[in-house]
Nanobody, 125 residues
Framework: QVQLVESGGASVQAGGSLTLSCATS????????MAWFRQGPGKEREEVAT????????DYSDSVKGRFTISQDSAKSTVYLRLNSLKPEDTAIYYC??????????????????YGQGTQVTVSS
């Protein structure tokens, strides 16, 4: 059983930055990719970034490319998501996920096996 615990969500103004963290347990990195998803009010869950553990290959949705960065610290078993140039439309609950496919694809939330509880990001204009 893989456990994922997100942290780092906050309320910020447009143009600001945040770093989200996802602490993992019992995840070896040999069972697929890790990803960050988000779900805004009244919206479907959207995949925004993926990373292949160990290899380090990353991918991003068009909506966040150039503004968000996914990274990993294997020693700490932690995956990060750096959010820059935040916009009000980035407001959502952000979820970390494990054991799923890479790269970013529509409907990916159906294929990831484990999710954390989520962390709220609110961007005000």
């Amino acid at each position: 059983q893989v456990q994922l615990v997100e942290s780092g969500g906050a309320s910020v103004q447009a143009g600001g930055s945040l770093t989200l963290s996802c602490a993992t347990s019992s995840y070896t990195g040999n069972s697929g990719c890790m990803a960050w998803f988000r779900q805004g009010p009244g919206k479907e869950r959207e995949e925004v970034a993926t990373i292949l553990p160990g290899d380090g290959r990353t991918d991003y949705s068009d909506s966040v490319k150039g503004r968000f960065t996914i990274s990993q610290d294997s020693a700490k078993s932690t995956v990060y998501l750096r959010l820059n140039s935040l916009k009000p439309e980035d407001t959502a609950i952000y979820y970390c996920a494990a054991e799923g496919p890479c790269p970013v694809m529509a409907g990916a939330h159906h294929f990831y096996k484990y999710y954390g509880q989520g962390t709220q990001v609110t961007v005000s204009s």
